[in-house]
């Protein structure tokens, strides 16, 4: 491990050189690659140098201990080496972390696709709520937010919602929320009091970059339509809506919220992008497809992943077993100490795993 940091610290150091040259200033391509390298690098670089810091300090205590003839001196030294130890032995496991193998999606944007499942009105009805609670959150980690698409009724009940999530670090925090969501509850329309259960699928997608993917002109076909909806002025008085149909992979994407023909394409465009790349990686890369089943259920839509029970207030991730008694704030997009767990269980299975 510490073969690796070294090598970590003599390449941040090489690049801050580097970077401060007049001739990689002048080739821009090349000192923007440099300085995102020496970015990547930076939070490695940082805490292993607090840990050379730490551990420069402790064999000073233990030189003390084991040479000084004063012994309140050595008392000292060693209730200084004693801290030393606590924090050598938190700092080896944050660089444990930071040295895992990085998923090369995670500081992407994504592209968040939530549908109604099984239950009628009462899943769009808790789609609806959870798209809602996913804006929440990205408001509350001030992630930017464009809807692509939202198909609802009058009653609010969504059947299906696509909308593109930006900002730091979106997709590394938004990757464990594919799957079946389910709900427990009563109904408004039930009259018996009867709890039902209903289901939501979510799926989380990397937003990927043209060079990523290729879309040719005669794989895919254009339509135009006019808007629908739950209502609005624009609302079926202009053809701005677009449905792009690909057909290597049968995947159809729409997007009609804009009131330009031009941005509801480019909207459609980048959805039809990510999961044409999601379809060939889960297609052709049996190794890609085993990791995201293996990093705590990413990916899988058809996995029961959480279930929202609204009678007992509570919300239970069934991969990690946690289960938090606060669902009205959760439903508000106070979902964090859920991500932060996931998150945590997915760098222990990492970490097994390289042990292993």
Known sequence: MFDKLDAVLKRYEELNELISKPEIIANQTLWQSYVKEQSDLTEKAD???EYLKVK???DECSDIMNNEKDNELKELASEEYKDC????EKLTEELKILLLPQDPNDKKNVVLEIRAGAG?????????????????YAENMKWKVEVIDMNENEL???KEGVVLISGKGVYSKLKYESGV??????PETESQGRVHTSTVTVAVLPEVEDVEVEILDKDIK?????????????????ESAIRITHFPTGIVVTSQDERSQIKNRERAMKVLKSKVYDF????????????????????????????YNFPQGRVTDHRIGLTLYSLPSFMEGDIEAMIEALQIEGQNALLSNQEL
């Open 156 to 158: 609010g009940s969504l």
């Open 181 to 186: 969501h389910r709900v427990q509850r009563v």
């Open 120 to 136: 009628g009105d009462e899943a769009g009805l808790f789609a609806n709520e959870l798209m809602r609670m996913y804006m929440r």
């Open 56 to 58: 420069k300090n402790m």
């Open 222 to 238: 254009i339509d135009t339509y006019r808007s629908s909806g739950a209502g609005g002025q624009h609302v079926n008085k202009t």
């Open 47 to 49: 805490k292993y140098k």
């Open 85 to 88: 130890q606590k924090k050598i």
């Open 280 to 307: 060939y990686q889960s297609q052709s890369d049996k190794q890609y497809a085993d990791n995201r089943k293996n990093q705590v259920g990413t990916g899988d839509r058809s996995e029961r992943i959480r279930t």
